[in-house]
């Protein structure tokens, strides 16, 4: 071991102390690292386990001897996490706090939680000065907001955040200057009773080598098309845009969120176009108990050619009137998981889908609680007895 580069111990300890097993960083991703992308955009904002769980790893990692340590110290820009008025994050010669004069350093990640009105201003301001710096200057490659303050009266946050329309008008001879191709996940979280609205053309002009977008309790000016020609992963919660004005070509991963209205519409609007190269779809209704939504048409298989992961709510599987199991995926069909999320428990749910089950053997059934640490994964449900559950925690297995 000790004849090992230094290149590759550098490679080694940046997979230790990365947080991220998710798009966040990667231009694809599987239907299991898409799940693990869910469940870290959706915890409750005032939970920061991964930012904990990252900083105490990179404790230890310092412990191990001076190369290390010197290693770890050099890779601090990697995550900037920004609280509240006391800013939640390491400060070192290359990174400046809001507010204070000086250059920003080379930050990868950035996270931002705001639960205070008058922080607004000053901390979205901030950040975007590290939105808008020139892409050979430490390129932003992640940027997390979490908005639960109510808006100044008269002040949209996400102005601050994009480059203004007119902004952009003014200077069409410069306009690749307003524009950040570095960016790859963006992922936005406001009050539901926020009136702020972000127009979703500026993201298309702005960020346009986004790869994964996160939508939730986003209010978007109407009439707005969107446009990105990286995307592949999409999680989105109720409300809804127009869907059918948006453009995602190279899109693969879907999660929609407090749905109102049936999959018939959805697919008709938005997800038809791209059904034949969909790899995930995770589909919750508005309420707990609503299966009709979810009524898959006779052909969704013959349109959904590759999916491999298709998640619904244990109401919707539990129930056998839901059209599901009698439109069943062909035994050359590549789809392999049925993901339920709990709101019960394990065992109840495995017992009422193992009596309707129809699908083939090949696809297993997946049930994780709310909370998604932890998954059960039932290799075979047809027949008289499931023969093996499985328990997991975290990320569920490769191929």
């Not at 127009?199 to 960020?207: D, G």
């Not at 098309?225 to 995307?231: M, Q």
């Not at 999320?341 to 049930?367: E, M, P, Q, Y």
Request: proline content about 7%; aromatic content about 10%; charged content about 20%.
């Amino acid at each position: 071991m000790e004849r090992v580069p230094i290149e590759l111990w550098e490679q080694i300890l940046l997979k230790v102390m990365e947080m991220d097993e998710t798009p966040i960083f990667a231009t694809s991703c599987t239907p299991y690292t898409f799940l693990h992308f869910v469940n870290q955009q959706t915890l409750n904002h005032w939970q920061q386990k991964p930012r904990h769980d990252y900083l105490e790893r990179r404790r230890g990692l310092r412990l191990v001897c001076r190369t290390w340590n010197e290693f770890v110290l050099s890779t601090s820009h990697r995550w900037l996490q920004l609280g509240q008025a006391n800013a939640m994050f390491e400060l070192d010669s290359t990174t400046t706090s809001p507010g204070c004069r000086g250059g920003v350093g080379p930050i990868e990640r950035l996270s931002t939680t705001i639960n205070w009105e008058e922080s607004v201003i000053p901390v979205l301001s901030w950040v975007s000065h590290i939105l808008k710096r020139p892409e050979n200057h430490a390129p932003l490659r992640a940027y997390i907001l979490r908005l639960f303050a109510t808006p100044v009266p008269g002040y949209n946050p996400f102005d601050d955040l994009l480059v203004g329309a007119k902004t952009i008008q003014a200077t069409n001879a410069n306009t690749n200057t307003n524009t950040n191709t570095t960016l790859h996940s963006l992922s936005i979280t406001t009050a539901m009773d926020s009136n702020a609205s972000i127009a979703l053309s500026q993201i298309s002009r702005t960020f346009t080598g986004l790869r994964s977008l996160f939508l939730t309790g986003v209010q978007a000016v109407p009439q707005q098309a969107l446009t990105l020609r990286h995307l592949e992963v999409l999680y989105m919660s109720y409300p809804f845009p127009r869907l059918e004005t948006w453009e995602t070509p190279a899109l693969r991963h879907v999660y929609l969120g407090r749905i109102r209205t049936p999959l018939m519409d959805l697919l008709d609007r938005f997800l038809g176009r791209y059904a034949h190269q969909i790899e995930s779809l995770v589909l919750r209704p508005f309420n707990t108990y609503s299966p009709h939504l979810f009524n898959l048409p006779p052909g969704f298989w013959d349109q959904f050619t590759e999916l491999r992961l298709l998640g619904l709510d244990s109401g919707t599987l539990e129930h056998k009137e839901w059209s599901g199991w009698s439109v069943v995926p062909p035994p050359t069909h590549p789809c392999r998981y049925l993901v339920c999320r709990l709101n019960t428990s394990v065992g109840r749910t495995v017992d009422k889908v193992h009596s309707i089950w129809t699908w083939h053997d090949g696809v297993r059934l997946v049930a994780g609680h709310t909370d998604w640490d932890k998954y059960y994964v039932v290799k075979k449900v047809p027949g008289s007895s499931v023969t093996s559950l499985e328990s997991n925690y975290g990320v569920l297995p490769e191929f």
